[in-house]
């Protein structure tokens, strides 16, 4: 059962902006729960790229931000470069699923 | 600098039972949760269960109770994570991963093991 849903892919030339959306429900991002972003390169793992809806880790370049509103989120990418190509996961906690941490369905970013 | 070192590919048979580490440096393991993410080949990320180290308390999502255990030992900063009947559907890469409460990022990631079931 699917609690955050992403689109499965998004595109965009080099130096385009781009966003992905992570859509929720009432037990996890509605329920006012941070949402949290990951980056997965090919062949790796994942990697935290924001925390709390739009903090970035230091070392983490400003091209990336996050918003969240209600029961959706968004994950930003401007100027957008090669090596951003990558699987992008959304995550959060749902408290209806025994107090569980769950991630979206996954997007992948394709750089033309 | 934080580093999550976990064991290597395991092989192994549907039925049989897996146990892979991850052995935390570079901060204090007692203050931050273990969590356990696995990911099967070509499919998105799923989140297991968690372990606080310091208490030995865990959580797991209903899909794997009955089946998952967490397990640490203090003295050399390493968590385990045993899943128990597997079957072919267990195949994947299954990653450590760093978290402080239920509701915080995971900013820490193992690079993963491979488990694969096969008969």
């Known amino acids: 059962q699917t609690v955050l849903t992403q689109p499965p892919s998004v595109s965009g030339a080099p130096g385009q902006r781009v966003t992905i959306s992570c859509t929720g429900s009432s037990s996890n991002l509605g329920a006012g729960y941070d949402v949290h972003w990951y980056q997965q390169l090919p062949g790796t793992a994942p990697k935290l790229l924001i925390y709390g809806n739009n903090n970035r880790p230091s070392g983490v370049p400003d091209r990336f931000s996050g918003s969240k509103s209600g029961t959706s989120a968004s994950l930003a990418i401007t100027g957008l470069q090669a090596e951003d190509e990558a699987d992008y996961y959304c995550q959060s906690y749902d408290y209806m699923r025994d107090g569980s941490r769950v991630f979206g369905t996954g997007t992948k970013v394709t750089v033309l | 600098q934080v580093q999550l070192v976990q064991s290597g590919a395991e092989v192994k048979k549907p039925g049989a039972s897996v146990k892979v580490s991850c052995k935390a440096s570079g901060y204090s393991f007692s203050t931050y949760d273990i969590n356990w993410v696995r990911q099967a080949p070509g499919q998105g990320l799923e989140w297991m269960g968690w372990?606080?180290?310091?208490?030995?308390?865990?959580g797991y999502a209903q899909k794997f109770k009955g089946r998952i255990t967490s397990t640490r030992d203090t003295s050399i900063t390493t968590a385990y994570m045993e899943l128990n009947n597997l079957s072919f559907e267990d195949t994947a890469v299954y990653y450590c991963?760093?978290?402080?409460?239920?509701?915080?990022?995971?900013?820490?990631w193992g690079r993963g093991t491979m488990v694969t079931v096969s008969s």
């Open positions: 372990m606080n180290p310091k208490s030995g308390n865990t």
């Open positions: 991963a760093r978290g402080r409460g239920f509701t915080s990022s995971l900013d820490y």
